[in-house]
């Protein structure tokens, strides 16, 4: 089973800056829609970002102008860059190819890379 792979969590202040990258072999992200989640400390799970197979971004209201995704297609990875994090930022991000907003039963899921804001 392909399953992607994220790295870059950590522990930041209030203003600070993350990146957090996905990697996976199996399949290639120019060709795949994909996808930022991320779970909330009190369960909920929140769409963050997307990339679409055309190069398209989208990202949700709550980190709309913090948040950057992009593709190395060379590379085969997908970065979310995390500025200007605030505590609500706190959660499990998980990289997945999915469209933006758009839940797949078969997607694959990373095992999620914690990130925690606080000061």
């Known amino acids: 089973e392909v399953q992607p792979v994220e790295s870059g969590g950590g522990s930041v202040q209030p203003g600070g800056s993350l990146t957090l990258s996905c990697s996976a072999s199996?399949?290639?992200?120019?060709?795949?829609?994909m996808s930022w989640l991320r779970r909330l400390p009190r369960g909920g799970l929140e769409w963050v970002c997307g990339?679409?197979?055309?190069?398209?971004?989208y990202c949700g209201d709550t980190v709309k102008g913090r948040f950057t995704i992009s593709r190395d297609s060379s590379e085969n990875t997908v970065t979310l860059q995390m500025n200007n994090l605030k505590s609500e930022d706190t959660a499990i991000y998980y990289c997945?190819?999915?469209?933006?907003?758009?839940?797949?039963?078969?997607?694959?899921w990373g095992r999620g890379t914690q990130v925690t804001v606080s000061s």
């Open positions: 990339i679409y197979k055309d190069g398209t971004t």
């Open positions: 199996g399949f290639t992200f120019a060709e795949t829609h």
């Open positions: 997945t190819n999915q469209a933006y907003g758009a839940y797949d039963p078969y997607s694959s």
